[in-house]
């Protein structure tokens, strides 16, 4: 393998990628981000509930796969000067070359990385980056961090018509939050995703009036934002009847100043 990079698109693809590697695993790989470099190079991180991909514009010269710590790699690439990234393998071992600077480490064997899990399209819905970004953003501090009940350890996304609605409920406090669709999927479904990877989903979503789309199959979720993929494990069970946790007719009804407020 060997291939040219620039170095900040270089950084920034791992930052994202290594959002999903294990901190600590008893699989090595886990630890790591899978380097595959064809027609184009796709950083993987997978910790055996959610992964991520992204491509990076690169100038691939030899295909050809690899794992590298995420770690060591990650403070490598951080630490270089600001120009072109050269990286070649000889077996497992990986040379990182990028102006006077030089490095040798050692790769993990790619047949060790665990294959992220394939998501076959059962619904759909698309949104906006800005819009999934603040969503999550004003329920997510609601998701329970208590394990007695997995369910509630998600987010509930509900599709009814034109209008999706993110529910976050810890047993004391409830988060609800509903944006109208600008196209309908055409079908009412509803599925919970995991917080902590709602959390990454946030964080690479940025701010943006980019597409964000969301795939659901029948055991995980895909969010394709940009060139990046995120898949995580969907939670099943029965979630909270919220709508039954809200007093619709209240007799006390006040309109304040948000900000004031």
């Known amino acids: ?31 790591g981000i899978l380097l595959e470099a ?5 950083l993987t991180g997978f910790n055996l509930e959610t ?14 796969t690899l ?16 120009d072109m990234v050269t990286i070649s393998t000889d077996g497992l071992t990986v040379h990182i070359q990028c102006g006077v600077s030089e490095f040798h480490i050692q790769g ?17 819905l698309v949104l906006t980056r800005s819009t999934l970004a603040d969503m999550i953003n004003r329920t997510l501090f609601a998701v329970s961090q208590n394990d007695a009940r997995p369910i509630l350890t998600g987010s509930l996304f509900e599709v009814v018509g034109d209008l999706l609605t993110v529910v976050s409920v810890d047993g004391q406090r ?19 995703v995991p917080g902590m990877a709602l959390g990454e989903v946030r964080g690479i979503c940025g701010d943006g009036d980019e597409e964000v789309s969301i795939t659901t199959g029948s055991r995980h979720v895909l969010f394709r934002i940009g060139t990046t993929l995120l ?17 619709w007719k209240n007799t006390i009804d006040l309109k304040v100043d948000v900000k004031q407020l």
């Open 174 to 192: 409830l988060a609800l939050r509903r944006e109208k669709l600008a196209q309908a999927p055409g079908r009412d479904f509803s599925f919970v």
């Open 67 to 82: 794992v590298l710590s995420a770690r060591l790699f990650g403070d490598i690439i951080r630490r270089l000067p600001d």
């Open 1 to 31: 393998m060997k291939f040219s990079c620039e170095k900040a698109l270089l950084q920034a693809a791992i930052a994202t990628s290594s959002r999903a590697t294990a901190p600590k695993s008893s699989i090595p790989a886990l630890e």
């Open 231 to 247: 898949v995580t494990r969907r939670l099943e069970g029965e979630f909270l009847n919220y709508r039954q946790s809200i007093t």
């Open 108 to 124: 993990i064997d790619p047949e060790e990385f665990p294959e992220l899990p394939a998501v076959e399209p059962q619904n759909a």
């Open 51 to 64: 992964g991520i991909r992204t491509v990076v514009p690169a100038d691939v010269e030899e295909h050809g």
């Open 38 to 42: 064809d027609q184009e190079l796709r």
